[in-house]
């Protein structure tokens, strides 16, 4: 199982992920009309790529929008997720060593101890965003059964990765596991609301380039 | 009965039309009507997929359900953080449903989705600043308006506004006559204390052209002659065109963006038949929103850009007293706390916060800020058409009072408002609330305070 999940269906769902993302944000920005919108967006490029920069910059940072300053509990959850699942799988020593073996290349890696608390910190921000999910009627209202089973699934990519890391008992069926969540995330990343991957930064840029070009960026910054 | 008289798919094309509909007293036959309104799914979803691209298309399918919009809404803040006002909650359940459905939806559905898009958003746009992907429910609110106006499902009072566009290329019946004699007696009136006061009607090639909400022509003309007392004591070479002087949109409330396009051609062609160097905006949101922000587009400008610049009245104001063309009397500035409303579409949807700023600079000893302020203020609670809709009166009434909280919390009974719709929210917050304060235009607080140059005054 495990070598059948690390072999050829391990490049088949990189090859899905990158093609498939890459035609998500061709066509979300092919889709883009500038009646439609109303946004000027090639005669005004300049004011639309200082307002992205500047929409896409400000909301990266923790902290960095009035948004996030309003919600600062569920700020620290969000980020320490997704800075945990996407940082410490790029830069993992387990990682490292599987990209060394498979395609020759020596890839940096972090220190295992900052991967493990960067990792638990996922995890716990993950739980919390499912209680905040659960206990709160505003965000109860809008959920549904694939909010949840997406958490579900990025909640055990972590904590199979965690235990596999540490346990070796049972080993191989913690690390199977692990690789199965993985590849499904690849696999299915284009084609869910795990596309937010790029999608993120595509929305941030229209908006971006919206405030730049039309709603007063040719006279002054946006606040985000 | 798929088609009423009065509630229809087709928009008003003639006085007749219009008529009917103003006989028909808050609109009981119309709405009476609406229950019984075909619904055109294969017409409705031909124009979906026709209109949603991929910015809506994306913003609708990508939404984390994560309920930071929740606390942006100001809707949903005073009805006791009711769920079903959650801004994503809101367009979900009916843009989302349509958009699902492929139009196949009820008569009931279309019902509750007007009342949605017109009583629980006022497009103000303040959840797209709070939302992490940028989602803009409010210019999806806008959209969804578009696509219930094409059905025929739009409230009574837009449907008359619209209408009135489309006839008199202004949201009231006045025609250019009237505008014009309006002027020429509210200048004679005015000359014995303003000799040589003029409004300079059709001048070519002026530094200013200024354009007006129709109210002002129907029903405050004396808000026009403050703008032209004002323009007289700055010295500005400004005009007004006797054809194309009406910057508001109901249409942009309403959704009818075929009338829209009709209101800025009107408008921009004054600016090309006149060729003056800048427009003054009077003190009006959605006016400015519609002719200076949204316009261009309607018109199918590609640099997004109307024929020439535009200012909102607050601009002018504040370039004028930075410049020392108006100058105030310092024992004449204002002296008890005062705060100021600036509207959306201006502040949020057009980066001018820093315009009232400087004239409370000039004009107040105790400005106080409001909070949330600048891009972040909340609505007045009267946006996007809400103010004027009888059949959402008491939603709106419980809307205001975001903005008397805000209000009392700054301390000052004194509420500057360069927007109608915000001065006519403030003026029901008033009457419905009680909570002792006075508000104001910035044009008639201006004209008390300014230094009038001696030539200008009446020779004794």
Redesign the interface.
Known sequence: MYEILTGPLLWIAFAVFFVGLTVRVV??????????????Y???MKYGIRGAVR?VYS?LLPFGT???R??PI?TLMFFALHIGVVIVPLFLEGHAVMIKNGLGINWPAMPQILADVLSIAALLGGLGIVVR?ML?????????IN?MLLLALILTLLASGIVAAHNPVHYSFWITLHVACGVTVLLTAPFT?L??IV??F???I???M??G????????N??? | MPEGTLCNKKPVSTKEELNALLADSNGRTYYAEMEELEVDSDALWALIQK?L???T???L????????C???CFL?SVNG?D??Q?P??KI?STLGEIVKKQGKVSNEFMRMCMDTAWSKCTCCNRC?????????MGVMFSYLRGLLHSQGFVPWELKIGSGMHRLFRAQMDVTVEEFVDTCEWMVDEALEEWPCLEIPVDKEDADIIYMINAREAKHYPEDIVEAAILFHIAGENWTMPSDGWEMTSLSMFAGDWEACKMQVDTVYESMERLRPKRMVATECGHAYRATV??G??WA?R????PPVECLHYVEWVAEALESGKLRIDPSKRIKEPVTVQDSCNYV???????CTRIIMKHMAEDFREMA?N???NYCCGGGGGFNGIGRYRKQRNVALRMKREQILATGAKFVIAPCHNCWDAIRDLEEEYEIGIKWSFLKPLLIKMVEVPEHLLPQE
């Open positions: 066509l979300y920005f092919r889709g883009l009309d500038w009646r439609l919108d109303r946004v000027a090639r005669p005004q929409s909301w009035h948004g996030w309003a919600k569920y999910r709160l009627p505003e965000v109860r209202i809008l959920t549904n909010d609301r596309a937010h999608l993120f595509c929305t941030r229209q908006l971006g919206d405030f070009i039309k709603r007063g960026g040719m006279k002054t946006f606040d985000w | 209109t691209k991929s910015r298309k994306t913003w399918d990508i939404c984390a359900h994560c309920g930071l929740a606390d942006s949903y953080r769920p079903k959650v994503s909650y979900q797209g600043s709070f939302c992490p992907y940028g989602i803009d922000i949204e261009p587009y199918g590609p640099d997004g850009k949020r949807n057009a980066g001018l916060r820093d949330p600048k891009e972040h």
